[in-house]
């Protein structure tokens, strides 16, 4: 309740809010998919060791979303 009241001050719909949550779910996926090096504590041996791996794997954690029914 309190939550619609929020959503309703704001203008926003459920189906912006999905479509928005899509966005930014496709967004990390797609920037995990490049495997940015963004973090101050890994180590230069431990990035050459990741880019010499052949063994990557993709799972698809947001195929769900596009089988979503609409009621």
């Known amino acids: 309740m309190t939550g619609e009241m929020i ?7 459920i ?3 999905r479509v928005a949550g899509r966005i930014l779910l496709f967004y ?7 495997a940015k ?9 431990e990035i050459n ?6 063994d990557l794997w993709i799972f698809p954690i947001a195929f769900h979303c596009s089988l979503e029914r609409e009621p």
């Open 49 to 54: 060791i990741s880019l010499d791996r052949s």
């Open 37 to 45: 090096v963004s973090c101050e504590r890994v180590t230069d041996s």
């Open 28 to 34: 990390v996926a797609f920037d995990m998919m490049l």
């Open 15 to 17: 189906d912006s809010l």
């Open 7 to 13: 959503l309703d001050f704001f203008g926003i719909t």
